[in-house]
């Protein structure tokens, strides 16, 4: 009874150590209120799955549904029905004055071959104003410049597979950065073939992707950057975005072509302090299962070898798991619920290991009994 006592008092203190690690990173502290994120989608969704839906679901995604999206049906206008897209950037205009509270940034999944000048002029103007507009550089694989993407007040954005420049992406010294320009795949047809143990199963996908479906995924970034950094102008969260990230290491990064490749991860670290305090989290809840390991050990007289070999497989596992949450998830949830697993194997483990351990020793006693018997 008193080794359960002073083994409840010790894990008391473990949480104690951790709540305060907590507030030392300020995690309990108030938060600053956000401002309102608005993302502009300007694209074709005409169709069932159509384009610009893919688009708007990759921000939703990439932003951890920070920003609320405004879709605008341009049915591709660059090209055929330039005077609706044209509109569109008006009404953007029109937005942004009636907001100058709110961040706006504009998706912009769609080029034109021509130069335009009132286009031109329109984005400048956006650009005054403080939106932010992300276009897509075009699928020709070519360096001839495409609009908007070209114009020095957009953020032109190629494609990138596997690391390197996806072979349909255009590229060139005018495009700031680069991504992975997969939108998603469907799939056609099986078949199958040989029998018996020897059954063959072939599948034919269709794959969407392109410079499209990448534009989207650095607007998201920046949304949920602008939702994070209240503070932060959207020039410098632009300017932050470019500065966390990482060198495209193919022919065409080397030679300055392809703008640098973004760093999602890496950038949030740096920008959002919540994202921090929840590694900071993560951090103090495998320093508290390694204490309280230690705790047990004394109490409990474990078998050191065996039990922190088991414990730590066990850890690595679900730090494995967190990072899937991380991903797949969410990015400051994510992190908690792996954190706390992770707290919950500290607490968890030992107890099993400590039934286990006083099972074995009564089964050992009435052995010993019946022998002497």
């Known amino acids: ?22 507030n030392l990173c300020g995690c309990t502290r108030n938060k600053k209120p956000k401002r309102k994120v608005v993302v502009f989608v300007l694209d074709s969704f005409i169709e069932e799955e159509s384009h610009g839906e893919l688009v708007a679901d990759i921000i939703e995604e990439k932003s951890l549904s920070k920003c609320e999206i405004k879709i605008i049906d341009v049915f591709f206008s660059i090209g055929a029905k330039k005077n609706k897209y044209l509109k569109a950037l008006a009404d953007v205009s029109d937005y942004a004055d009636k ?8 998706n912009i999944s769609l080029c034109s071959k021509n130069y335009n000048l009132l286009e031109h002029l329109m984005i400048s103007e956006l650009y005054e104003k403080g939106v932010i507009v992300v276009a897509a550089a075009g ?4 360096s001839n410049r495409r609009y908007p993407a070209a114009y020095r007040e957009t953020i032109a954005v190629a494609a990138l597979h596997w690391k390197r420049k996806a072979d349909y992406s255009n590229y ?13 795949e469907k799939l056609l047809k099986k078949e199958t073939s040989g029998g018996g143990l020897f059954i063959e199963e072939t599948k034919y996908y269709s794959v969407r992707g392109g410079t499209s479906f990448a534009t989207p995924r650095v607007a998201g970034l ?3 950057l602008l939702r994070q950094r209240p503070e932060l102008s959207p020039r410098e969260i632009v300017h932050l975005v470019k500065e966390n990230a990482t060198p495209v290491k193919d022919k065409f990064g080397r030679c300055g072509l ?20 929840a590694l900071v989290f993560q951090i103090a809840s495998i320093v508290a299962v390694l204490i309280f390991w230690i705790f047990c050990d004394r109490f409990f007289d474990a ?23 991380i991903q797949a998830w969410n990015i400051i949830y994510g992190t908690i619920a792996g954190s ?20 074995k020793e009564k089964e050992k006693m009435e052995r010993l009994g019946e022998f002497e018997t």
């Open 172 to 184: 060139g010294s005018h495009i700031d950065l680069a991504t992975s320009g997969f939108g998603s």
């Open 99 to 106: 907001h100058p509270n709110e961040a706006i940034v504009v």
């Open 303 to 325: 078998n050191g070898g065996l039990f922190f070999t088991g414990l730590l497989l066990f850890g690595l596992l679900l730090i494995a798991a967190n990072i899937i949450l």
């Open 222 to 224: 920046i949304a949920y």
């Open 139 to 142: 699928n020709d694989a070519t």
């Open 258 to 277: 392809l703008g640098a490749r973004i760093n999602p991860y890496g950038t949030i670290f740096a920008v959002d302090p919540v994202y921090q305090r």
């Open 1 to 22: 009874m008193f080794i359960k006592q002073k083994f409840f008092q010790k894990g008391m203190l473990v949480f104690a150590f951790l709540l305060e690690a907590i």
């Open 340 to 359: 706390t697993l992770i707290l919950l194997a500290g607490l968890c483990l030992p107890m099993m290991y400590s039934f286990n351990k006083k099972k």
